[in-house]
């Protein structure tokens, strides 16, 4: 069974900084893209940042230059480095990752999801 577990978030002042870390484990073959996406109190699960096994990343526009995804492929973990926090990052992240997996009935690529972490900026 993987699992994709997150760890770092909290309450932070407004221009403060919080690192988020996620790390899968279970029967993995392989971790294609990982990423971050945030769902904020009635709003849709958004893109926050994402970055392929080979270290490309993409930002949604709301997060460049203050946010950073990093990934440690040996230790299936992805990081998500935020600075310069304002209140309206405030919301529930959650790790995702693009994963293939060995399994009893063969070899199977599917996505999976943290159970999220809450990141709330006070103003």
């Known amino acids: 069974q993987v699992q994709l577990v997150e760890s770092g978030g909290g309450l932070v002042q407004a221009g403060g900084s919080l690192r988020l870390s996620c790390a899968a484990s279970g029967s993995i073959v392989t971790i294609n893209d990982m990423g971050w996406y945030r769902q904020a109190p009635g709003k849709q699960r958004e893109l926050v940042a994402v970055i392929t096994r080979g270290g490309s990343t993409n930002y949604a526009d709301s997060v460049k230059g203050r946010f950073t995804i990093s990934r440690d492929n040996a230790k299936r973990t992805v990081n998500l480095q935020m600075n310069s926090l304002k209140p309206e990052d405030t919301a529930v992240y959650y790790c995702?990752?693009?994963?293939?997996?060995?399994?009893?009935?063969?070899?199977?690529?599917?996505?999976?999801w943290g159970q999220g972490t809450q990141v709330t900026v006070s103003s």
């Open positions: 995702n990752a693009d994963l293939v997996t060995a399994q009893a009935t063969g070899i199977r690529r599917y996505v999976d």
